[in-house]
């Protein structure tokens, strides 16, 4: 497997992969590997995807009809 060397990395940032590996247990070069992992097989999802999903998560919700207090609010 090929090695990858990042250089100049902030120590804030090295920080807080050390906590991120300590609190998974996995050491700091396991932790950065899932990490790169997940972010090379990322597929951002589609935004008719996106709404369906917030339309699901909407659905069987009671709303009120606002028509009649944006009346009012235009008569002012």
Do not use: F, H
């Not at 050390?18 to 998974?24: G, H, S």
């Not at 008719?48 to 009120?64: N, P, Q, V």
Request: aromatic share 2%; charged share 40%.
């Amino acid at each position: 497997m090929p090695d990858l060397l990042i250089k100049n990395i902030e120590r804030k940032v090295l920080n807080g992969l050390e906590a991120r590996a300590k609190k998974n247990n996995r050491s700091l070069q396991s932790e950065i590997v899932i990490i790169l992992t997940e972010a090379a097989n990322y597929k951002p999802s589609k935004d008719t995807e996106i709404a369906r999903c917030i339309k699901d998560s909407l659905r069987g919700r009671d709303y009120s009809d606002g028509s009649e207090l944006l009346r009012e609010d235009r008569a002012r």
